[in-house]
């Protein structure tokens, strides 16, 4: 049973280039969280969805930053003209349905974005 | 968000017990304690919950309090890979994981 797989796993972008970072969940996970660690900091919730649907955007940057996760295919997140702010390595986690009280979130190898 | 306490970094000897220590004392009846890891350059990583009992899994170990107030995280025979960024976190359902600093991990060989 593969785990989260996350590609690319280093991306390298000129300031006002995008960035697409993909997110492919377990197998039978139907929710996927994004998450950011900033150079020498903790990982900080950016965005929370499941198929379709946007359950939580409360840690997403207001511009610049979208995130999707389609009825098929891979949850994308998209930074639109980035900014050497920007570097950081942005982790995916998936879990199971929501109805458990004890959700484990199991999280991908990250996609680490250096922006120039 | 129920906020958690740990040491900034601890140290262990090599095949010797490590008790990772975590103060959560506004923890609410409905929070699960969570324990992950993160080893360098790598995602986070599962260890272990609980609720109110002791959990033992192969991994490690979870000894919670009677109030709940405090929990430790027990490596029974802490190795260079227990080497590691440990975070304490609670957590209900299928909120987002909200991290703290976590407890820097060294094996001393």
């Known amino acids: 049973n593969a785990g989260v797989m996350q590609n690319p796993r280093h991306l390298v972008r000129r300031r006002g280039q995008e960035a697409r970072l993909r997110c492919s969940p377990m197998k039978g996970h139907s929710h996927v969280y994004w998450y950011r660690q900033l150079p020498e900091e903790g990982l900080k919730f950016m965005v929370y969805?499941?198929?379709?649907?946007?359950?939580?955007e409360s840690g997403m940057p207001k511009e610049r930053f979208s995130a999707e996760f389609p009825k098929e295919g891979p949850s994308i997140l998209r930074i639109q003209q980035v900014v050497r702010g920007d570097s950081a390595a942005y982790f995916c986690a998936s879990s199971r349905q929501r109805a458990r009280l004890q959700e484990t979130q199991y999280f991908g190898p990250g996609t680490r974005l250096l922006v120039l | 968000d129920a906020k958690t306490t740990q040491p900034n970094s601890m140290e262990s000897n090599e095949e010797e017990p490590v008790h990772l220590p975590c103060n959560h004392s506004?923890?609410?009846?409905?929070?699960?304690i969570h324990w992950y890891r993160q080893l360098p350059s790598q995602g986070p990583e599962y260890v272990i919950h609980g609720l109110t009992s002791n959990v033992n899994n192969r991994m490690a170990s979870l000894a919670i309090a009677e109030d709940r107030k405090s929990s430790t995280l027990i490596l029974h025979r802490a190795t260079l890979r227990d080497a590691a960024v440990y975070y304490c976190i609670l957590h209900f359902g299928n909120e987002k994981l909200t991290f703290g600093t976590g407890t820097r991990l060294t094996i001393i060989p």
């Open positions: 506004t923890i609410s009846g409905t929070d699960y």
């Open positions: 969805l499941q198929k379709e649907n946007i359950i939580d």
